[in-house]
């Protein structure tokens, strides 16, 4: 029996064992009976819903894409309350099954590869390391929203609520290097966490970035979420922030720190994460591809689900949050078929957060047929009307279109 069939023969009876700060693990069980109301996430390909559950220590309500490992998200209503998305409704996203327990006093990183001396450091260590740096940004997945990808892709069937925006505390990754003191010759820096495959032979998660974008000043190895240490889920003691970057290169439980002196040729960064290198049809076989880097700019309506209801004849309040992606949002423009009205932005708590924006029209004169928000960031990207299609859905940013009924 492989390791993968040991543990999932034990999937729905066993615990998602999550520990809060501090990293002592619990150990009761989310049984599948447990799992609350269903939600419809308006998949097009597929079986649409979801439970939602509050059952998962640490959890607030959350939509089960998976039990184990957790594979949460948060439910779209989050997103109305505010920018920063509480610890306790960040959605959840493990590669392989997530360690249960983390013993911070015995917790080591090391630093080595092509270095100038290999360390290995406690986390008092890393706290010294270099200034403490608070940074607001949006975690978010690759796969986002790719369960609305038609025709279907292959993946984690996200709606949109792979996402989330917490205000992250470290110390930069430079001050951490600057430990080692980076060789040179040096390319890119490859991060690993304590999390191991769960079968034989199979990639272990591991993701690396380029030197410079390792050495920019707001890239950092944070331990605090939110003002509070990482929960176990998000990463504890120790993840990786990259603004502006998908966060599949955001290494959680950070346990090894390796300059490399090549190209990378991981699984996680040669094989797969990665998207066609120009635009493809469902169609196209074999195409050239490239790793998935920086986020587009997206923008979402919160105020109002797909169907709901306006009242005919009165003003119509639409509210929502928009992203720059890897660069400041500049604009939110709600849009229809051949119109497009500017929205007014909320307060900016800098460039990689979320961003509230807000419109008001004067009075509905009848249904609002599709229409959506399209964000511009300060660079000139552009969300695109079309769906920018790839075979794991990676890095959607189409307009997402709602219907509003008036009555
Ligand atoms: N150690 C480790 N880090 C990881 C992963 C993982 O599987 N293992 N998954 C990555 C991916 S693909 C995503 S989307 C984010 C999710 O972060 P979150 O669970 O804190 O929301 O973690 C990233 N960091
Ligand atoms: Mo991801």
Same mark, same amino acid.
């Given at each position: 029996?492989?390791?993968?069939?040991?543990?999932?023969?034990?999937?729905?009876?066993?615990?998602?064992?999550?520990?809060?700060?501090?990293?002592?693990?619990?150990?009761?069980?989310?049984?599948?009976?447990?799992?609350?109301?269903?939600?419809?996430? +308006?998949?097009?390909? &597929?079986? #649409?819903?979801?439970?939602? !559950?509050?059952?998962?220590? *640490?959890? @607030?309500? /959350?939509?089960?894409?998976?039990?184990?490992?957790?594979?949460?998200?948060?439910?779209?209503?989050?997103?109305?309350?505010?920018?920063?998305?509480?610890?306790?409704?960040?959605?959840?996203?493990?590669?392989?099954?997530?360690?249960?327990?983390?013993?911070?006093?015995?917790?080591?990183?090391?630093?080595?590869?092509?270095?100038?001396?290999?360390?290995?450091?406690?986390?008092?260590?890393?706290?010294?390391?270099?200034?403490?740096?608070?940074?607001?940004?949006?975690?978010?997945?690759? +796969?986002?929203?790719? &369960?609305? #990808?038609?025709?279907?892709? !292959?993946?984690?069937?996200? *709606?949109? @609520?792979? /996402?989330?925006?917490?205000?992250?505390?470290?110390?930069?990754?430079?001050?951490?290097?600057?430990?080692?003191?980076?060789?040179?010759?040096?390319?890119?820096?490859?991060?690993?966490?304590?999390?191991?495959?769960?079968?034989?032979?199979?990639?272990?998660?591991?993701?690396?970035?380029?030197?410079?974008?390792?050495?920019?000043?707001?890239?950092?190895?944070?331990?605090?979420?939110?003002?509070?240490?990482?929960?176990?889920?998000?990463?504890?003691?120790?993840?990786?922030?990259?603004? +502006?970057?998908?966060?599949?290169?955001?290494?959680?439980?950070?346990?090894?720190?390796?300059?490399?002196? @090549?190209?990378?040729?991981?699984?996680?960064?040669?094989?797969?994460?990665?998207?066609?290198?120009?635009?493809?049809?469902?169609?196209?076989?074999?195409?050239?591809?490239?790793?998935?880097?920086?986020?587009?700019?997206?923008?979402?309506?919160?105020?109002?689900?797909?169907?709901?209801?306006?009242?005919?004849?009165?003003?119509?309040?639409?509210?929502?949050?928009?992203?720059?992606?890897?660069?400041?949002?500049?604009?939110?423009?709600?849009?229809?078929?051949?119109?497009?009205?500017?929205?007014?932005?909320?307060?900016?708590?800098?460039?990689?957060?979320?961003?509230?924006?807000?419109?008001?029209?004067?009075?509905?004169?009848?249904?609002?047929?599709?229409?959506?928000?399209?964000?511009?960031?300060?660079?000139?990207?552009?969300?695109?009307?079309?769906?920018?299609?790839?075979?794991?859905?990676?890095?959607?940013?189409?307009?997402?279109?709602?219907?509003?009924?008036?009555?």
């Amino acid at each position: 029996m492989s390791k993968l069939e040991q543990h999932t023969g034990t999937r729905l009876t066993r615990r998602a064992l999550i520990a809060g700060a501090g990293g002592a693990a619990l150990a009761a069980p989310v049984l599948a009976q447990e799992l609350g109301r269903m939600i419809d996430l +308006g998949l097009p390909g &597929g079986p #649409s819903l979801r439970p939602l !559950t509050p059952a998962f220590p *640490g959890k @607030g309500e /959350m939509i089960v894409q998976r039990i184990r490992p957790p594979l949460l998200e948060t439910p779209m209503e989050v997103f109305s309350q505010g920018t920063i998305t509480p610890n306790d409704r960040m959605f959840v996203r493990w590669n392989w099954d997530m360690p249960t327990a983390v013993n911070a006093a015995e917790h080591r990183v090391a630093v080595g590869g092509a270095v100038k001396q290999p360390v290995s450091l406690t986390l008092d260590d890393i706290a010294a390391a270099g200034e403490h740096v608070e940074v607001v940004a949006i975690n978010q997945c690759a +796969g986002n929203g790719r &369960g609305l #990808s038609n025709p279907r892709v !292959t993946g984690t069937q996200w *709606g949109n @609520g792979a /996402m989330g925006c917490a205000k992250w505390t470290g110390v930069r990754l430079k001050d951490v290097l600057a430990k080692a003191g980076v060789a040179g010759g040096a390319t890119r820096v490859r991060f690993a966490g304590l999390d191991v495959p769960l079968t034989d032979g199979a990639p272990q998660f591991i993701k690396s970035i380029p030197l410079d974008i390792a050495m920019r000043d707001d890239v950092l190895v944070a331990w605090a979420m939110n003002g509070e240490a990482l929960p176990l889920m998000h990463g504890f003691p120790l993840r990786i922030v990259v603004p +502006g970057w998908f966060s599949t290169y955001w290494v959680k439980m950070l346990s090894t720190i390796e300059v490399l002196t @090549g190209a990378d040729d991981s699984y996680y960064v040669a094989k797969s994460y990665r998207i066609p290198a120009a635009p493809i049809t469902p169609d196209d076989k074999d195409f050239p591809t490239v790793e998935i880097t920086t986020m587009p700019p997206r923008a979402f309506i919160t105020s109002h689900a797909d169907g709901a209801a306006v009242a005919l004849g009165k003003p119509l309040v639409l509210e929502g949050i928009g992203m720059g992606g890897d660069a400041a949002l500049e604009r939110v423009d709600l849009v229809g078929d051949g119109w497009a009205i500017p929205c007014e932005l909320g307060p900016d708590e800098g460039p990689y957060a979320f961003r509230r924006w807000q419109v008001t029209l004067p009075q509905v004169a009848g249904n609002l047929e599709k229409i959506g928000v399209r964000a511009a960031n300060v660079t000139g990207a552009v969300q695109p009307d079309a769906l920018n299609w790839n075979p794991s859905g990676y890095a959607r940013n189409v307009i997402e279109r709602i219907t509003l009924v008036a009555q």
